[in-house]
Protein backbone atom coordinates (compact mmCIF):
# COMPACT_ATOMS: atom_id res chain seq x y z
CA UNK A 1 0.00 0.00 0.00
CA UNK A 2 0.66 3.71 -0.32
CA UNK A 3 3.42 5.27 2.54
CA UNK A 4 2.69 8.49 4.20
CA UNK A 5 6.08 9.43 6.67
CA UNK A 6 5.14 11.42 9.88
CA UNK A 7 8.36 13.39 11.16
CA UNK A 8 9.47 13.64 13.62
CA UNK A 9 7.79 10.57 15.33
CA UNK A 10 7.99 11.89 19.05
CA UNK A 11 9.45 15.47 20.26
CA UNK A 12 9.05 16.87 23.55
CA UNK A 13 9.47 21.05 23.98
CA UNK A 14 9.34 23.59 26.32
CA UNK A 15 6.20 25.26 26.89
CA UNK A 16 6.05 28.32 24.57
CA UNK A 17 8.03 27.05 22.63
CA UNK A 18 6.84 25.73 18.33
CA UNK A 19 7.14 22.47 17.06
CA UNK A 20 6.74 21.57 13.29
CA UNK A 21 5.62 18.01 12.32
CA UNK A 22 6.23 17.10 8.84
CA UNK A 23 3.88 14.75 6.62
CA UNK A 24 5.05 13.41 3.72
CA UNK A 25 2.94 11.11 0.66
CA UNK A 26 6.34 8.90 -0.72
CA UNK A 27 4.67 7.53 -3.54
CA UNK A 28 1.48 9.61 -4.65
CA UNK A 29 0.65 12.30 -5.19
CA UNK A 30 -1.70 13.89 -2.14
CA UNK A 31 -3.91 17.46 -3.03
CA UNK A 32 -5.52 16.60 0.21
CA UNK A 33 -4.08 15.75 3.77
CA UNK A 34 -5.36 15.14 6.77
CA UNK A 35 -4.30 16.42 10.59
CA UNK A 36 -5.60 13.89 13.35
CA UNK A 37 -5.76 14.53 16.93
CA UNK A 38 -5.57 11.44 19.62
CA UNK A 39 -5.49 11.23 23.15
CA UNK A 40 -4.89 8.01 25.49
CA UNK A 41 -8.15 5.68 24.85
CA UNK A 42 -10.09 8.18 22.48
CA UNK A 43 -10.53 8.22 18.93
CA UNK A 44 -8.67 9.89 16.14
CA UNK A 45 -10.26 13.67 16.37
CA UNK A 46 -9.95 15.66 13.07
CA UNK A 47 -8.46 18.51 13.16
CA UNK A 48 -8.56 20.33 9.81
CA UNK A 49 -7.75 19.33 6.02
CA UNK A 50 -4.92 20.17 4.15
CA UNK A 51 -5.03 21.46 0.71
CA UNK A 52 -2.27 21.60 -1.80
CA UNK A 53 -2.02 25.72 -2.61
CA UNK A 54 -4.71 26.75 -0.70
CA UNK A 55 -5.85 27.76 3.10
CA UNK A 56 -6.27 24.61 5.16
CA UNK A 57 -10.02 23.83 6.08
CA UNK A 58 -10.14 23.47 10.13
CA UNK A 59 -12.55 21.73 12.13
CA UNK A 60 -15.25 23.48 14.88
CA UNK A 61 -13.03 24.32 17.72
CA UNK A 62 -9.33 24.62 16.36
CA UNK A 63 -7.68 26.97 16.81
CA UNK A 64 -5.99 28.06 13.10
CA UNK A 65 -3.71 30.28 14.68
CA UNK A 66 -2.38 27.96 17.00
CA UNK A 67 -2.15 25.17 14.43
CA UNK A 68 -0.86 25.96 11.29
CA UNK A 69 -0.47 23.92 8.26
CA UNK A 70 0.82 24.28 5.30
CA UNK A 71 0.65 22.16 2.41
CA UNK A 72 3.44 23.79 -0.45
CA UNK A 73 3.65 20.62 -2.35
CA UNK A 74 1.49 17.43 -3.54
CA UNK A 75 3.68 15.61 -1.28
CA UNK A 76 4.59 17.76 1.78
CA UNK A 77 1.95 18.96 4.52
CA UNK A 78 3.47 20.95 8.00
CA UNK A 79 1.61 21.12 11.08
CA UNK A 80 3.07 23.62 13.51
CA UNK A 81 2.10 24.14 17.09
CA UNK A 82 2.14 27.34 17.61
CA UNK A 83 3.58 28.49 21.51
CA UNK A 84 3.01 25.40 22.61
CA UNK A 85 1.45 24.64 26.34
CA UNK A 86 1.39 20.88 28.08
CA UNK A 87 -2.36 20.73 27.34
CA UNK A 88 -1.47 20.56 23.48
CA UNK A 89 0.92 16.95 24.60
CA UNK A 90 -1.01 14.64 22.58
CA UNK A 91 -0.47 11.64 19.58
CA UNK A 92 -0.81 14.24 16.28
CA UNK A 93 -1.62 11.63 13.09
CA UNK A 94 -1.70 12.93 9.74
CA UNK A 95 -3.48 10.88 6.65
CA UNK A 96 -3.22 11.12 3.03
CA UNK A 97 -5.57 9.55 0.43
CA UNK A 98 -4.44 8.14 -2.35
CA UNK A 99 -6.71 9.07 -5.33
CA UNK A 100 -5.26 5.65 -7.28
CA UNK A 101 -5.64 2.88 -4.73
CA UNK A 102 -9.07 1.35 -4.29
CA UNK A 103 -10.75 2.20 -7.35
CA UNK A 104 -13.23 4.60 -5.95
CA UNK A 105 -13.77 8.45 -5.45
CA UNK A 106 -12.43 8.69 -2.53
CA UNK A 107 -9.63 5.85 -2.39
CA UNK A 108 -8.12 4.79 0.57
CA UNK A 109 -6.73 6.57 3.47
CA UNK A 110 -3.21 5.90 4.46
CA UNK A 111 -1.86 6.76 7.96
CA UNK A 112 1.57 8.63 8.67
CA UNK A 113 3.19 6.64 12.02
CA UNK A 114 1.89 9.16 14.17
CA UNK A 115 3.87 12.40 15.87
CA UNK A 116 3.96 12.03 19.77
CA UNK A 117 4.12 15.70 21.61
CA UNK A 118 5.12 16.51 24.87
CA UNK A 119 5.17 19.60 26.29
CA UNK A 120 6.85 20.16 29.42
CA UNK B 1 -25.48 11.17 20.24
CA UNK B 2 -22.09 10.30 19.05
CA UNK B 3 -22.13 9.63 15.18
CA UNK B 4 -20.25 6.40 15.86
CA UNK B 5 -20.26 4.09 18.93
CA UNK B 6 -18.20 1.45 19.16
CA UNK B 7 -17.57 -0.26 22.20
CA UNK B 8 -14.11 0.27 23.89
CA UNK B 9 -13.90 -3.10 25.78
CA UNK B 10 -11.16 -4.41 26.08
CA UNK B 11 -11.86 -7.36 24.28
CA UNK B 12 -9.62 -10.40 25.94
CA UNK B 13 -10.05 -13.95 23.36
CA UNK B 14 -7.89 -17.26 23.53
CA UNK B 15 -5.85 -17.98 20.58
CA UNK B 16 -8.14 -19.55 17.98
CA UNK B 17 -11.24 -17.93 18.45
CA UNK B 18 -13.25 -15.97 16.38
CA UNK B 19 -13.46 -12.14 17.40
CA UNK B 20 -16.69 -9.87 16.51
CA UNK B 21 -16.26 -6.43 16.40
CA UNK B 22 -18.96 -3.55 15.96
CA UNK B 23 -20.09 -0.50 15.64
CA UNK B 24 -22.89 1.64 14.88
CA UNK B 25 -23.32 4.95 13.44
CA UNK B 26 -26.68 7.47 13.24
CA UNK B 27 -25.42 9.61 9.68
CA UNK B 28 -27.57 8.06 6.92
CA UNK B 29 -25.02 9.64 4.65
CA UNK B 30 -22.16 6.99 5.38
CA UNK B 31 -21.60 5.38 2.48
CA UNK B 32 -17.97 4.18 3.14
CA UNK B 33 -16.75 1.98 5.58
CA UNK B 34 -13.56 0.99 6.80
CA UNK B 35 -11.79 -0.55 10.02
CA UNK B 36 -8.16 0.05 10.98
CA UNK B 37 -5.39 -1.63 13.05
CA UNK B 38 -3.42 0.21 15.72
CA UNK B 39 -0.96 -0.81 17.33
CA UNK B 40 0.16 1.29 20.47
CA UNK B 41 2.03 3.89 19.64
CA UNK B 42 1.54 3.76 16.09
CA UNK B 43 -0.58 5.29 13.30
CA UNK B 44 -3.98 3.27 12.09
CA UNK B 45 -3.36 0.39 9.44
CA UNK B 46 -6.25 0.25 6.79
CA UNK B 47 -7.47 -3.62 7.10
CA UNK B 48 -10.74 -3.47 5.16
CA UNK B 49 -12.68 -0.98 3.02
CA UNK B 50 -16.43 -1.45 1.91
CA UNK B 51 -18.72 0.64 -0.04
CA UNK B 52 -22.80 0.52 1.04
CA UNK B 53 -24.04 -2.94 2.19
CA UNK B 54 -22.81 -6.40 2.30
CA UNK B 55 -19.97 -8.82 2.82
CA UNK B 56 -16.32 -8.43 2.13
CA UNK B 57 -13.74 -10.67 2.80
CA UNK B 58 -9.79 -11.06 3.12
CA UNK B 59 -7.94 -13.98 4.64
CA UNK B 60 -9.04 -14.41 8.02
CA UNK B 61 -11.38 -11.03 7.74
CA UNK B 62 -14.62 -10.72 6.62
CA UNK B 63 -16.57 -7.49 7.27
CA UNK B 64 -19.87 -6.67 7.31
CA UNK B 65 -22.28 -3.47 6.34
CA UNK B 66 -25.55 -3.45 6.99
CA UNK B 67 -27.02 0.08 6.18
CA UNK B 68 -30.77 -0.67 7.06
CA UNK B 69 -29.57 -1.11 10.85
CA UNK B 70 -26.84 0.92 10.07
CA UNK B 71 -24.76 -1.39 11.68
CA UNK B 72 -21.53 -2.70 10.74
CA UNK B 73 -18.90 -5.75 12.04
CA UNK B 74 -15.97 -7.04 11.42
CA UNK B 75 -15.12 -10.16 12.43
CA UNK B 76 -11.47 -12.26 12.65
CA UNK B 77 -11.27 -16.03 12.36
CA UNK B 78 -8.64 -18.09 14.10
CA UNK B 79 -7.01 -15.24 16.15
CA UNK B 80 -4.01 -14.97 17.07
CA UNK B 81 -1.50 -13.05 19.01
CA UNK B 82 -0.35 -10.82 16.68
CA UNK B 83 -4.17 -9.47 16.07
CA UNK B 84 -3.92 -8.15 19.63
CA UNK B 85 -4.11 -4.12 19.06
CA UNK B 86 -6.85 -1.18 18.79
CA UNK B 87 -9.53 -1.77 15.77
CA UNK B 88 -11.24 1.42 14.73
CA UNK B 89 -14.10 1.63 12.73
CA UNK B 90 -14.50 4.56 10.45
CA UNK B 91 -16.52 5.78 7.85
CA UNK B 92 -17.51 8.23 5.72
CA UNK B 93 -20.24 10.42 2.95
CA UNK B 94 -19.29 10.76 -0.30
CA UNK B 95 -19.66 14.67 -0.26
CA UNK B 96 -16.94 17.53 0.03
CA UNK B 97 -13.53 15.82 1.11
CA UNK B 98 -14.94 12.71 2.13
CA UNK B 99 -14.40 13.51 5.89
CA UNK B 100 -14.02 10.46 7.74
CA UNK B 101 -15.51 9.74 11.38
CA UNK B 102 -13.71 7.24 13.78
CA UNK B 103 -15.14 4.73 16.73
CA UNK B 104 -13.08 5.23 19.54
CA UNK B 105 -11.55 1.80 19.17
CA UNK B 106 -11.93 -1.36 20.11
CA UNK B 107 -8.70 -2.40 21.92
CA UNK B 108 -8.58 -6.67 21.62
CA UNK B 109 -6.16 -8.72 23.47
CA UNK B 110 -5.73 -12.75 21.58
CA UNK B 111 -4.26 -14.62 24.66
CA UNK B 112 -1.49 -17.60 23.43
Known amino acids: GAVVSQHPSWVICKSGTSVKIECRSL??????MFWYRQFPKQSLMLMATSNEGSKATYEQGVEKDKFLINHASLTLSTLTVTSAHPEDSSFYIC????????????????FGEGSRLTVL | QKEVEQDPGPLSVPEGAIVSLNCTYSNSAFQYFMWYRQYSRKGPELLMY????GNKEDGRFTAQVDKSSKYISLFIRDSQPSDSATYLC????????????FGTGTKLQVIP
Open chain 1, 27 to 32: DFQATT
Open chain 2, 50 to 53: TYSS
Open chain 2, 90 to 101: AMSDPGGYQKVT
Open chain 1, 95 to 110: SARDPGAGGSATGELF
